[in-house]
């Protein structure tokens, strides 16, 4: 099915490679890195399927790494996609995170892994613990980055040390190793809003995973809220969930799906999930939501001529967090696109009685024509602004103001839940009383789409 496997450093320089058929130019990393680092078509970064010259590349980017796949066959792009994603999360079940460093510390056990993963091109088994009894290599382990973070939180900083370690920990340290579990709710929103501020389109895509390092593999149960509603239905005119009808307390979901190793029974009269948590980071259950939800951000945008000069444009940004000042956004990033009649621009960062503007920068990117303005922290409640003098070549039209943007963020919001999806408790299935591990439960909101239209 595929041709070739490789991982790339951030630089081009291959750390991994696994040539199946043969049917593929070895220079192919290097082609792929060259097309990707060059793509730059209307601003946009190369997109995770493509082709050159016969040969069609698809890739994922996790930990700074690029993890590709060559074929010259008519594969299905999600199907190599997803294996893609699955052979990442190997690497942190037994390297404990993604990275650079990581796969060039443990080359000689991703090999062996990689060997068991695909035969021939074909996908053969992708079970973290299954891959356990195939394994005799140990892992050579690294201390995460502060600026880093996991790989549940990527780019939050660095969380929680246990989550850094090997699933091989348990298995061959029985008894000795921290006994830990994990239980993370990530989820991904999407939002377009109008120019006058309304939301036009709104969804979250989330998930529920959890990472065990629990000896003997214990069954547990996570129990959600109880005002947990789940399918939608239209009567009389209003949206109906299931008889529910839409308040402060009630977290309403489209649809979801869960673990093979889910079992249902306490699910409908309990809203419980009881399970024997196999070994790596699996989801537990996947959601979707379509039903309005607060946004965390507010976004206000004013284009106007400037008064001195009909060679430049006023473009006024307000971004005020929507959310507690208990909670802060990190990696905040406005992207601002530019029409061709904007030459240079200027910028004034607005100054917060609390944090200033040590915190923030800009960056006009000439080429792809878009003007960035970075966050390092935003902290709940302190409202941002950002006043830009921008040139233009041709002079001030009436197309000028329609064709900025749309303005589009990127953020992740730790401990923040779009949908209000809590975990009331999780509960450890085991007889020995003495019996403590460590329990985390965490939250993080991720932009996948925050479209701002001025």
Known sequence: MISQFFILSPRGDTIIMRDYLGNVPKASSEVFFR????????????????????????????????????????????????????????????????????????????????????????????????????????????????????????????????????????????????????????????????SSGHVQTSQIDGAIQVKSYLTGNPAIAIALNDSLVIGRRETSGATDYGGYRHGSDTVMLDDCNFHQSVSLDRFETERTLQLVPPDGEFAVMNYRSTYPFKPPFRVSTTVEEDPNSALKAIINIRITPDFGGDKAASGLEVVVPMPREVARVHCELGRDAKSGAATQSWDWQEKARRLVWKFKRVQGGVEHSLRVRATLSEGWGAGIKKSIGPINLQFTIPMYCASRLQVRYLQILKEHKGHQPYRWVRYVTLSNSYVVRT
């Open 35 to 194: 097309k990707v680092n060059f793509w730059d078509k209307g601003g946009r970064d190369a997109p995770p399927v493509f082709n050159v010259d016969g040969v069609s590349y698809l890739y994922v980017k996790d930990g700074g790494v690029f993890l590709v796949a060559t074929t010259r066959e008519n594969v299905s792009p999600s199907l190599v996609l997803e294996l893609l994603k699955r052979i990442g999360g190997i690497i942190k079940d037994y390297c404990g995170l993604l990275s650079e460093e990581a796969v060039r510390k443990n080359f000689v056990l991703l090999y062996e892994l990689l060997d068991e993963v695909i035969d021939y091109g074909y996908p053969q088994n992708s079970s973290s613990e299954a891959l356990k009894e195939f394994v005799l290599n140990e892992p050579t382990m690294l201390k995460p980055s502060k600026s880093k973070g996991d790989g549940l939180f990527p780019g939050v900083g660095k969380g929680p040390t246990g989550v850094i370690k090997s699933i091989l920990d348990t298995s061959r340290t029985e008894g000795k190793a921290r006994e830990e579990i994990f239980v993370d709710i990530v989820e991904k929103i999407s939002c377009t809003f109008s």
